[in-house]
């Protein structure tokens, strides 16, 4: 069993803004990151790479390292891309479309911020990006209506689609919240992968479409992220996505703290993260 570090970035700044400061890794920890992997031995793959070693199309290198970036916040085309790209890092960069800039109105739950532009997306594909969806409003996909989650499954796909000229095989679940019949919506909308958040250690035979990601946090230490590298410092993901506590966790969320948005409601963000 290999174990895999699925690497999960959001922000990467000096000066994040309060509700995405937790979320957020300066860029100089970030390119502290960008040398520890370089020096790690690892191979450095896009999350599709996965999914072609699922389905047998393709083998995995020997030592497997995967980079993600979730929601589409600017610092990536201006920081964390140029850095990627002087070491010949590939990565996964997943946009929810309705907080791109450039071409549509916002759609999103997220508070205002300066995001990616429609027209930097093909510029950032040559630098080596694989760009992914992670729905079209961000909201919570495993509470929401079936019809809802569905639509913001194909809709962003499609706009992406539109936008690049090709397939988009890869989706990863806002908040890394998802559901068995969630994951089903996903996997009969074309992609053949996708992300959750687990803070586990993936491995080959994870769940293609509820990977295990570990994310990185304004309070990760670089001693942590050395021993993902090493494949230590972090449990390995089981075959079952839904433990005990994620379910327990979806229960308070319905339950208690977070009512479905409705509809053509987005005036209200949700809680940041
Ligand atoms: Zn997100």
Redesign the pocket.
């Known amino acids: 069993m290999i174990p895999i570090p699925v690497l999960n970035y959001?922000c990467v700044s000096d000066y994040p803004a309060p509700w995405i400061a937790e979320y957020t890794v300066t860029p100089d920890d970030f390119e502290q990151h960008l040398d520890l992997i370089l020096d790690s031995g690892r191979t450095v793959v896009p999350v599709s790479r996965l999914a072609d070693a699922s389905a047998g199309r393709r083998a995995l290198p020997r030592n497997p390292l995967v980079i993600t970036f979730?929601?589409g916040f600017a610092d990536f085309a201006d920081i964390a891309a140029p850095g990627l790209a002087d070491r010949r890092l590939p990565c996964t960069f997943y946009a929810?479309t309705g907080s791109l800039e450039g071409r549509r109105r916002r759609e999103t739950v997220f508070p205002p911020h300066s995001m990616v532009s429609w027209s930097q997306l093909p510029e950032l594909e040559e630098q080596g990006v694989e760009i992914g969806s992670?729905s079209h409003t961000?909201r919570d996909l495993d509470l929401a209506d079936p019809r809802i989650a569905a639509d913001e499954v194909i809709r962003s796909r499609e706009l992406l689609e539109d936008a690049l000229g090709h397939e988009i095989r890869s989706f990863?679940y806002?908040?890394g919240h998802s559901t068995s019949r969630l994951r089903r919506v996903v996997a009969r909308c074309g992609y053949d992968s996708a992300c959750a958040v687990r803070n586990r250690l993936s491995r080959v035979g994870d769940n293609i479409f509820a990977l295990a990601r570990l994310p990185l946090l304004a309070a990760t230490t670089i001693e942590e992220v050395s021993a993902w590298l090493d494949g230590r410092g972090a449990r390995i993901a089981s075959a079952r996505p839904d433990t005990l506590g994620i379910r327990a966790d979806r229960l308070y969320r319905r339950v208690l703290r977070m009512p479905v948005l409705p509809e053509n409601d987005l005036a209200d963000p949700l809680p940041p993260w």
């Open positions: 959001h979730d929601d929810a992670h961000h990863a806002p908040y």
